[in-house]
């Protein structure tokens, strides 16, 4: 079977996490421009809410509204055409959770930190059938120390995150299995598929072994 591509639209500044849209549309963060982008089907693509920092990853909650990983700035852009993550910044003080309107593209952070600290580049987010949401933290370097990222369960409602995995090198993707019995993230520096067991919506089981979880 030959695979053959279409090219939609171009211009994006390191688009990210695309979400299809029931009307035909994708929307998609761009992490350089630091904005919620919808790009239509005849490649037009308006800015929903300029968010700053570094958006990273996005999902329609069960409120029809856009939730969106924000690692806050974690990097610095090299110069050039091909938009690639650069140098840290001279200070990084974390990242956040955020909530888009989508009509009217008003934006509020719902997460910012998670047991007094803060949220160390957060990345990608995916929701279950319960309204909750599974989000993965990259971590951050500063040059010489590396910040070690994390995977979170939250409600969209503000009144709970908890680090379910903590000491993860570098948790980028995250996905759940279509019986939500299990959460899969992606270790991209470790070149790792990770899944991890549930006991129940938002409770991971115990690790079993020093990685954390079955690779």
């Known amino acids: 079977m030959k695979l053959e591509l279409t090219l939609v639209t171009d211009g994006l500044l390191f688009p990210e996490g695309p979400i299809a849209m029931a009307d035909g549309s994708v929307i998609v963060v761009e992490m350089k421009r630091g904005t919620l982008t919808r790009v239509r089907p005849d490649g037009r693509h308006e800015i929903v809410a300029r968010l700053g920092q570094g958006p990273n990853g996005a999902a329609i909650g069960p409120d ?32 956040s959770i955020q909530r888009v309107d989508l009509k009217t593209g008003r934006f509020t952070t719902l997460y910012d930190a998670c047991d007094g600290k803060p949220l160390n580049s957060p990345n990608d987010l995916v929701f279950d059938s319960k309204g909750g949401f599974w989000f993965t933290c990259l971590g951050q370097s500063d040059g010489e120390v590396r910040r070690l990222g ?6 969209i409602d503000g009144t709970k995150i908890v680090r ?3 000491g993860l090198f570098s948790p980028n993707g995250i996905g759940l299995s279509p019986d939500e019995r299990v959460v899969y993230m992606a270790d991209c520096m470790k070149g790792q598929l990770l899944a991890f067991d549930l006991s129940a919506p938002g409770d991971m ?11």
């Open 64 to 95: 029809g509204a856009a939730y969106v990983c924000n690692n806050g700035g974690a990097w610095g852009w090299q110069a050039g055409e091909l938009h690639l993550p650069g140098d840290p910044p001279a200070e990084y003080h974390g990242g």
């Open 150 to 155: 994390a995977v979170y369960y939250a409600r």
């Open 164 to 166: 379910s995995r903590s």
């Open 205 to 215: 089981r115990p690790p079993e072994n020093v990685a954390g979880g079955r690779v």
